[in-house]
Nanobody, 124 residues
Framework: QVQLVESAGGWVQPGGSLRLSCEASGRANTMSWFRQAPGKEREFVAAIRRGDSKTAYAGSVKGRFTISRDNTKNTLYLQMNNLNPEDTAVYYC????????????????????WGQGTQVTVSS
C-alpha cells in the first residue's frame, strides 16, 4: 500500500507559475497527475515512468507543464508555467506499481493509489 500526500495548491494569476509536489510513502513505478474541474470529468495531465523517466503529457499542457520525480525522496513534482483560468481544477497525484508503456500512462484505471487532491485556482 502506497500513500500519497500532495502539497498545498493555491491561487495564482493568469500567466503565473506554481509547483505541486506529491510524496509517496513507498516505491512507485509510473506516477502521474490528473485534474478535475468543476462540472467536468477527471482528465489526465502528465505521467512519468520510473527508471528511464519517460514522460507523457496531455496536449493542453504540453510545453507549459513539466513533470519530474526524485526517486531518492519518493517525490513527484509538477511545475506549471503560463497558467490560465482553464487550468483551474483539483489536481490529483496517482501512482502505480506497474511501469506502463507510454500509451497506457494516461489511463486513470491503471493507477492503484491516489492522493487526496489539491486545489489550484487561476484567476485575476
Amino acid at each position: 500500500q502506497v500513500q500519497l500526500v500532495e502539497s498545498a495548491g493555491g491561487w495564482v494569476q493568469p500567466g503565473g507559475s506554481l509547483r505541486l509536489s506529491c510524496e509517496a510513502s513507498g516505491r512507485a513505478n509510473t506516477m502521474s497527475w490528473f485534474r478535475q474541474a468543476p462540472g467536468k470529468e477527471r482528465e489526465f495531465v502528465a505521467a512519468i515512468r520510473r527508471g528511464d523517466s519517460k514522460t507523457a503529457y496531455a496536449g493542453s499542457v504540453k510545453g507549459r507543464f513539466t513533470i519530474s520525480r526524485d526517486n531518492t525522496k519518493n517525490t513527484l513534482y509538477l511545475q506549471m508555467n503560463n497558467l490560465n483560468p482553464e487550468d483551474t481544477a483539483v489536481y490529483y497525484c496517482a501512482a502505480s506499481s506497474a511501469n506502463y508503456i507510454l500509451s497506457a500512462m494516461s489511463r486513470a484505471e491503471g493507477y492503484e493509489y491516489w492522493g487526496q487532491g489539491t486545489q489550484v485556482t487561476v484567476s485575476s
